[in-house]
């Protein structure tokens, strides 16, 4: 195959599958790289907060908070206001621009929406901070009570390709995300949708995952990378090779380039050459601070990262889906 990349056409599958099989590894990350650049400097942080944890009825096998599974992982109802208010106001005086709320479970219940509701009007009142929420499978009604208190991004993640989900998840499926995700899109959110990568899927599972969140439209990825949890059936997972990271995220990058593409759960476990090259690479955004079971990075080495790099995390990045 001979193709020229252009960022203004879509990516096709076999032009995916030829750059990763018949294009030198350096020759791809310097492509990635280019494309990268043209979305100029803006870099985007967030950081989330675990405001329920524990007993969730869903058997994700990569996930702590699974009832289904013995990790000795936390169990708590909602968090009260005070403390994910304090937590708000001191990421945004880091320099954080966004704050979510993740829930663990499958969805909340009415009276638990009006609940969080009110702790995101609490945080409006107290900081400029953006408000996003990742509380699981919810419908238009508890999304608008969300929206009308502040919330302007929902998170949702796919996890992965289509052709692997039901093997890492049999309680929920794809079809029922995509309804969250549009559900959220016309009360008037923005959506932002990525997974884990690492936990038994091919090089093109992870292009079909790419081409998968693009088709839907996604311009916020996060991108995992599993940390196995003593106690889920995932626990004996092999680490992600650097290489096949790096790889993932120039191909990512091709495939979505106008996405912030965002370290997000596991990166701790990524050596900060490899950070740095991810960065130069495709990555443009990032979780920071704790994050949920696993420990993230401090959002101060982040920030000085972010600008050892390059990018300014100062500058607007709202996206529009």
Not at 89 to 111: E, K, P, T
Not at 175 to 181: A, F, L, N
Not at 271 to 276: C, D, E, N, Q, T
Request: charged content about 25%; proline content about 4%; hydrophobic content about 35%.
């Amino acid at each position: 195959m001979d193709f020229t990349y252009n960022p203004d056409k879509p990516l096709t599958r076999d032009e995916a599958l030829h750059l990763l099989h018949h294009v030198d590894r350096s020759e791809l990350y310097e492509l990635a790289h280019r494309v990268t650049s043209l979305l100029g400097p803006a870099f985007d942080t967030c950081s989330i907060i675990n405001v329920k944890s524990g007993n969730c009825p869903e058997d994700c096998k990569w996930c702590a908070q699974s009832r289904h599974y013995t990790t000795g992982a936390e169990v708590y109802p909602l968090l009260s206001s005070e403390e994910c208010v304090a937590q708000a106001c001191y990421n945004r005086r880091q320099g954080i621009r966004r704050f979510s709320l993740v829930a663990g479970g499958r969805s909340l219940s009415l009276l638990e929406t009006r609940r969080v509701a009110s702790i995101y009007q609490d945080i409006r009142e107290a900081s400029d901070i953006h408000c996003c929420a990742s509380l699981g499978l919810l419908d238009e009604e508890r999304l608008q009570i969300l929206y009308d208190a502040g919330v302007t991004t929902y998170h949702c993640n796919m996890e992965t390709s289509p052709r692997y989900f039901a093997q890492l998840c049999t309680t929920h499926t794809q079809e029922d995300k995509i309804k969250t995700i549009k559900a959220a899109r016309r009360v008037g959110m923005r959506i932002c949708s990525g997974g884990i990568i690492g936990m038994g899927e091919t090089m093109e599972d992870r292009i079909d995952f790419a081409l998968f969140l693009r088709d839907l439209g996604v311009r916020s990825i996060p991108i995992n990378v599993l940390h196995p949890i003593p106690g889920t059936p995932l626990d004996m997972q092999e680490h992600l090779k650097e290489e096949e990271y790096l790889t993932t995220v120039a191909l990512f990058r091709l495939i979505n380039p106008r996405a912030f593409l965002r370290f997000s759960g596991g990166r701790i476990q990524i050596p900060l050459p490899v950070v740095r090259k991810a960065m130069y690479i495709g990555i443009n955004a990032a979780i920071t601070g704790d994050m949920l079971t696993t420990v993230g990075a401090r959002a101060e080495e982040d920030m000085a990262l972010i600008r050892e790099m390059g990018y300014s995390s100062q500058l607007p990045t709202d996206w529009t889906d």
